[in-house]
C-alpha cells in the first residue's frame, strides 16, 4: 500500500469526528439512563470469545457475519461479536444463573459483521439494547417494545413512527403442518422475504401440497396492513393448526396492548415478516420511520435461549445502532464557552483552573510556541 493510501480504512469501516462523538456520547448516556430507569442492569460483555460460546444457540445464525481469528494462548478458534445476544444470554444463563424472578439486562458497545447488513449500512455498528428474561408472557413482550420506543420518542425519533410486526410462528406451523422438507421451508422462506407471489405459486405447486395448505401458505405473502388484518388473517388460516392459532392470538393480544399504550405509533401487521426466523421463537418487531426502509431499532423473543449454556429460559429484547440514530440528529451547532490561558508555573493560576475545570468549565492552555 502507498504512503497516500495508508490513511483509508476498509470499505464499510467508519469513524466518528469530534462533533459525531460528542452527540454519540450525549446519546449513550441518555439512553442507558432511559433504560436504567426501567431496571435493567448494564453489563459490558468482552469484544472476542471462544467461537463454539458465540455461535451457540441464536448465534448459529451469526457465523457468516463472525470475524474469525485463532487464540495464541489456547489456540481455539474465537470470533469478534457480530451480535451481543449470545453473549448477553450466556450471562444470563451462567453468570447471573442463581437471579431470583425476572432480569432484566441492557448493554451497549462496538460489534463488527464481516458483511454489510444492508446497502450503505456500517460493519462496525455500536449496539445498544436491552433484554428481558424469565417471562414468556405478552406483558414483557409489550414492555420491551414500550421501552424501546419511549428510547426513540426521548432522542425526538416518534414522528410518523410505524411499527411492523409479525409472528414466526405462523410460518413454522403453516410449514410443519404442510409436511416442508427443511429445504422447502428454507426455499419458501426466501421467496416470502421478497413477496414473489409467481415464484411463492410455482413453488407451491412443485410441492405437490394439499389445496388448504397450499391456499394458507401462499395467502401469507398479501396479509399485512393494520390491525383488521389479523381478523382476515383468522379467517384465511382458520384450518390451520393449534400453534398456527396460538400465534395469532399472540399478534391480536399485543395489537390490543399496543392501541392502549401506544396510541400515537402507527401498527403494521406482516404475516410474513419473518426478519431473524432463525432464531425468533415468537413475536418479531421493528420500527421504520416515514419514507425509510432500514429499520431503526428492532427486536423479538428469543424463548429457550440460554439452553446450550445448561439454562433454558424465555427471553425477548430490542437492539438498535446507536451510530445510525445519531445520524438521524442534526449535529448541535452550540459552541461551549472556552477559557484561554497562557501556560504558566503559577500555582495560584493552576489552582483556579482546576476550580474552574471542576466547576464544567473549558480551559485551554496557550502553550508556548
Not at 109 to 135: D, F, M
Not at 232 to 247: G, P, R
Not at 251 to 275: G, H, K, S, W, Y
Not at 288 to 310: E, L, N, P, T
Request: contains cysteine.
Amino acid at each position: 500500500m502507498s504512503f497516500k493510501q495508508r490513511w483509508m480504512l476498509p470499505e464499510g469501516i467508519d469513524e466518528l469526528m469530534p462533533e459525531q462523538a460528542a452527540q454519540l456520547e450525549t446519546l449513550r448516556r441518555k439512553l442507558i439512563d432511559k433504560m436504567q430507569g426501567w431496571g435493567y442492569k448494564l453489563v459490558f460483555p468482552p469484544l472476542v470469545e471462544y467461537l463454539d460460546s458465540l455461535l451457540t444457540g441464536t448465534g448459529k445464525a451469526l457465523d457468516l457475519q463472525t470475524f474469525k481469528l485463532t487464540d495464541q494462548m489456547s489456540g481455539r478458534l474465537m470470533g469478534i461479536r457480530a451480535d451481543f445476544t449470545p453473549q448477553i444470554a450466556r450471562i444470563a444463563a451462567h453468570n447471573l444463573r442463581d437471579h431470583k424472578g425476572v432480569l432484566r439486562l441492557c448493554y451497549i458497545g462496538n460489534v463488527l459483521h464481516t458483511l454489510p447488513t444492508g446497502q450503505g449500512t456500517s460493519r462496525n455498528p455500536i449496539q445498544l439494547g436491552a433484554e428481558i428474561y424469565g417471562h414468556a408472557g405478552p406483558e414483557s413482550d409489550m414492555e420491551i417494545v414500550q421501552l424501546m420506543i419511549e428510547m426513540l420518542a426521548s432522542v425526538d425519533l416518534d414522528n410518523d413512527l410505524l411499527l411492523d410486526l409479525g409472528h414466526v410462528g405462523i410460518y413454522r406451523g403453516l410449514a410443519k403442518d404442510a409436511g416442508l422438507s427443511e429445504e422447502q421451508e428454507q426455499e419458501l422462506f426466501a421467496a416470502l422475504q421478497r413477496k414473489e407471489i409467481t415464484q411463492i405459486a410455482s413453488l407451491l405447486s412443485d410441492y405437490q401440497l394439499s389445496p388448504e395448505n397450499h391456499s394458507m401458505l401462499l395467502a401469507l405473502a398479501e396479509l399485512n396492513g393494520g390491525v383488521e388484518i389479523l381478523q382476515q388473517a383468522k379467517q384465511v388460516l382458520n384450518k390451520a393448526s393449534e400453534s398456527v392459532q396460538k400465534s395469532l392470538n399472540t399478534l391480536q393480544t399485543m395489537a390490543n396492548l399496543m392501541m392502549q399504550r401506544l396510541p400515537n405509533v402507527v401498527l403494521n401487521f406482516d404475516l410474513a415478516e419473518l426478519r431473524g426466523y432463525h432464531y425468533h421463537t415468537g413475536l418479531v418487531f421493528a420500527a421504520y420511520q416515514a419514507d425509510s426502509s432500514q429499520a431503526i431499532a428492532m427486536g423479538g423473543r428469543y424463548d429457550d435461549i440460554g439452553a446450550d449454556f445448561g439454562h433454558a429460559q424465555p427471553a425477548t429484547g430490542f437492539s438498535l445502532d446507536l451510530k445510525a440514530i445519531a445520524s438521524q440528529l442534526p449535529v448541535e451547532d452550540e459552541e461551549q464557552d472556552v477559557i484561554t490561558v497562557e501556560w504558566s508555573d503559577d500555582v495560584t493560576q493552576q489552582q483556579k483552573i482546576a476550580e474552574l475545570r471542576s466547576q464544567g468549565q473549558t480551559v485551554i492552555y496557550e502553550l508556548p510556541k
